[in-house]
């Protein structure tokens, strides 16, 4: 299984896949044709008025006149896409012996 890394707020953390798309590894053919925020807000600032509103009727939205809104409106949208796509990381749990004062403590309450 591979593991996608990315950086939030100066940590590493893991994704793992969510999806049957995912396991398989067809991670860029999402509606989207990415899963990279920066790659498809690239795509969508290149594109000019009438492939932008093909592109949001293609993807379900209504196609704005302004384009800046359009804009918004897509990469919001396609951030939404991605939140629900990626699940966050499991923390790992150590199974450590409890010290003997922790015990003690304990053993008071029964």
């Keep these: 299984m591979s593991k996608h890394k990315y950086e939030t707020d ?14 398989l590894g067809y991670n860029d053919l999402s509606k989207y044709g990415t899963l990279d925020e920066e790659e498809y807000k690239a795509k969508i600032t290149e594109m000019h008025k009438t492939d932008l509103q093909a592109h949001a ?22 951030r939404n896409y991605v939140f629900y796509l990626r699940k966050p990381p499991t923390k790992k749990v150590l199974n450590k012996k409890p010290t003997k004062e922790v015990e003690k403590i304990l053993a008071d309450g029964r």
């Design 10 to 23: 100066g940590r590493e953390s893991y994704t793992e896949p969510t999806t049957l798309d995912q396991l």
């Design 57 to 78: 009727s293609d993807l379900g939205f209504v196609p704005l006149d302004d384009v800046e809104r359009l804009q918004a409106n897509l990469l919001r949208e396609f």
